[in-house]
């Protein structure tokens, strides 16, 4: 076996030494790094505890605002405009006839329904619907129905299918008979 030189029993020394070092090193730099986090979330809460502080300050006009936007917000998302009932059945059925024709869908027909008024503080106003559309056509017109604004309920969904068509030996989806009623509330005027 062959002897190392002074050389490189110095470049060995120096590689050991680092080696028994380097877990010295990263001890302060690890502490560094968790001051550093900690500062940060330190920031953070001081940040929100002062936009809390402020809200509880401005407590009484923070809580009207809040209040009156619940009001017209929850208003706006589940009840039709203030305008005349007609209008209502109409944006059902424009609405309707959007989605159809954005999916591929077809309207065969659209019937408004009777207002009914039992009493309560909101109209009901319906809408009859008769439509062909595949399975996925379906599926986006009930996702548009679904997430529509003012909110629109789905009643009566009636689906029946149609025969398959064959063209050169690929099948078509299969086209679906739909009947189904829409409906959607509006509050009566003060």
């Not at 550093?36 to 006009?61: H, N, S």
């Not at 159809?100 to 009777?114: F, M």
């Amino acid at each position: 076996m062959k002897r190392l030189g002074d050389r490189q029993h110095a470049v060995l020394a120096v590689l050991l030494l680092l080696l028994l070092l380097s877990p010295l090193a990263w001890a302060p730099y690890k502490l560094w790094t968790m001051y550093q986090d900690y500062e940060r979330r330190a920031e953070r809460a001081a940040d929100t505890l002062a936009r809390y502080r402020a809200v509880i300050a401005d407590g009484a006009k923070s809580r009207q605002r809040i209040d009156r936007f619940m009001r017209e917000g929850v208003a706006r998302y589940f009840f039709a405009a203030d305008i005349a009932p007609a209008l209502v059945a109409g944006r059902m059925q424009k609405k309707i006839s959007e989605l159809a024709e954005a999916a591929g869908a077809t309207i065969n027909s659209t019937r408004v329904l009777r207002v009914e008024d039992d009493g309560k503080p909101y109209r009901r106003h319906g809408v009859s619907v008769n439509m062909r559309a595949d399975i996925r056509a379906l599926r986006q017109v009930l996702h548009g129905l679904q997430g529509a604004t003012p909110r629109i309920w789905i009643e009566d969904l009636r689906v029946r299918g149609g025969p398959r068509v064959r063209r050169k030996g690929k099948p078509r989806p299969q086209l679906l008979n739909l009947t189904f009623n829409l409906h959607a509330y509006q509050l009566k005027p003060s």
